[in-house]
């Protein structure tokens, strides 16, 4: 089957954005400059809109939007993921506002973004997962790539921007460990899935693109920067990290069963997100 690049590039762009903002809240807790947490949440909003827009190009037409937005709150796995790419914005803009303001607010609203932007990256690949008729797709190793994949994306970002910024070292040091975790933790979810799903002819690239340069990689990247202070390695990891994303998707995609589900199908399986008359 062929591959929805307006989805993909929708989950990519604002995974990374969510993990973006998720990598602001984390900065909070090992003493992230302000300037940095300040830009990582601006972003944010920009990725945030960037994928929204790519996601409206597969919706085709207004009356697919008006029909997506009147089921927003059946709370399928397709709409929660609707609701935390906005709550994502909100908590973004909020953060912008309190993030240099002395006090206790911005670490609040900073743990709301790890959460508001750990669930948007879940839910984004979770909304497929249910589809029980794509054997490569009904697997919960689906959801946890999904997730993992695009906070690493947003890690990385968030280590290329204190980079750029010249943050302190101890900051560096704590956010790349957290880094390297997430991206440890992709590179288990996309194990697990080229072990659980049927990859067929796509298996060269998911093995090449997806475990090895966005999985290793970028878990190599991880631990140059955590270990050796090699900042610079924190854009080799993030355009590892896109670069395996893009791949895993095109994957999922290309596996797919032939049965035919478009968008609105898979909408309609996950409790009516759109009607489909």
């Given at each position: 089957m062929?591959?929805?690049?307006?989805?993909?590039?929708?989950t990519?762009?604002?995974?990374?954005?969510a993990?973006?903002?998720?990598?602001a809240?984390?900065?909070e807790?090992?003493?992230?400059?302000r300037?940095?947490?300040f830009?990582?949440?601006?972003?944010?909003?920009?990725?945030?809109?960037?994928?929204?827009?790519?996601?409206?190009?597969?919706?085709?037409?207004?009356g697919?939007?008006?029909?997506?937005?009147?089921n927003?709150?059946?709370?399928?796995?397709?709409?929660?993921e609707?609701?935390?790419?906005?709550?994502?914005?909100?908590?973004?803009?909020v953060?912008?506002?309190?993030?240099?303001?002395?006090?206790?607010a911005?670490r609040?609203?900073g743990?709301?973004?790890?959460?508001?932007?750990?669930l948007?990256?879940?839910?984004?690949?979770?909304?497929?997962?249910?589809?029980?008729?794509?054997?490569?797709w009904?697997t919960?190793?689906?959801?946890?790539?999904?997730?993992?994949?695009?906070?690493?994306?947003g890690g990385f970002?968030?280590?290329?921007?204190?980079?750029a910024?010249k943050?302190?070292?101890?900051?560096v040091?704590?956010?790349?460990?957290v880094?390297?975790?997430?991206?440890?933790?992709?590179?288990?979810?996309y194990?697990?899935?080229?072990?659980?799903?049927?990859?067929?002819?796509?298996a060269?690239?998911?093995w090449?693109g997806?475990?090895?340069?966005?999985?290793l990689?970028?878990v190599?990247?991880?631990?140059?920067?955590?270990?050796?202070?090699m900042?610079?390695?924190?854009y080799?990891?993030?355009l590892?990290?896109?670069?395996?994303?893009?791949?895993?998707?095109a994957v999922?995609?290309?596996?797919?069963?032939?049965?035919i589900?478009s968008?609105?199908?898979?909408?309609?399986?996950?409790?009516?997100?759109?009607?489909?008359g």
């Open positions: 062929a591959v929805e690049w307006s989805l993909v590039l929708f990519v762009i604002a995974g990374a954005g993990g973006l903002l998720a990598f809240g984390v900065g807790f090992f003493g992230a400059g300037k940095p947490r830009v990582a949440a601006a972003c944010a909003i920009a990725l945030f809109v960037a994928g929204g827009c790519a996601s409206l190009v597969h919706l085709g037409n207004p697919n939007f008006m029909a997506a937005a009147t927003l709150f059946s709370f399928s796995p397709i709409s929660l609707l609701i935390f790419l906005g709550l994502g914005v909100v908590v973004a803009a953060y912008l506002v309190v993030v240099n303001r002395e006090g206790g911005s609040i609203v743990i709301c973004g790890i959460a508001v932007g750990a948007f990256c879940y839910f984004s690949g979770h909304g497929y997962e249910i589809i029980s008729v794509r054997p490569a009904a919960p190793a689906l959801s946890f790539s999904y997730a993992f994949s695009a906070l690493a994306i970002l968030f280590l290329a921007l204190q980079a910024l943050d302190g070292e101890a900051p040091k704590g956010v790349a460990l880094v390297l975790a997430v991206a440890a933790l992709q590179a288990v979810s194990l697990a899935y080229g072990a659980l799903a049927p990859l067929g002819e796509s060269g690239l998911f090449g997806a475990l090895v340069v966005g999985g990689v970028s190599a990247a991880g631990v140059l920067v955590w270990m050796r202070g900042q610079a390695m924190s080799v990891g993030a590892c990290a896109v670069a395996g994303a893009l791949a895993f998707r999922m995609w290309l596996a797919g069963s032939p049965y589900v968008f609105f199908e898979v909408g309609a399986q996950s409790r009516s997100l759109f009607p489909l």
